[in-house]
Nanobody
């Protein structure tokens, strides 16, 4: 079965850093674009960053220059390095794996990890 397991969330002060990890199993990792999405209380889930199997990246404007997404295909793991954190970054962060199967998009999601930025 497919599993995406996030880790690394927690409480951090404004200006601090966290590194999130997502370990994938049950998928052909190299066939998937990996991503991080987040959902704050009372808001819709939004894209944070994505990375293709060959390393092409997309970032939300709100995190450009502060967050970095990376992947290790050998370990089947995707990372999100978060620096200069702001209270507005507080959210549940979800790992995503996306691919296409005969032109049909297929998405898998992790259970989420909570990031709280507060003094």
């Amino acid at each position: 079965q497919v599993q995406l397991v996030e880790s690394g969330g927690g409480l951090v002060q404004p200006g601090g850093s966290l590194r999130l990890s997502c370990a994938a199993s049950g998928i052909i990792f190299s066939a998937h674009t990996m991503g991080w999405y987040r959902q704050a209380p009372g808001k819709q889930r939004e894209l944070v960053a994505t990375i293709t199997s060959v390393g092409n990246t997309v970032y939300a404007d709100s995190v450009k220059g502060r967050f970095t997404i990376d992947r290790d295909n050998a370990k089947k793991t995707v990372y999100l390095q978060m620096n200069s954190l702001k209270p507005e970054d507080t959210a549940v962060y979800y790992c995503n794996a996306a691919t296409t199967v005969i032109f049909r998009r297929v998405d898998y999601w992790g259970q989420g990890t909570l990031v709280t930025v507060s003094s």
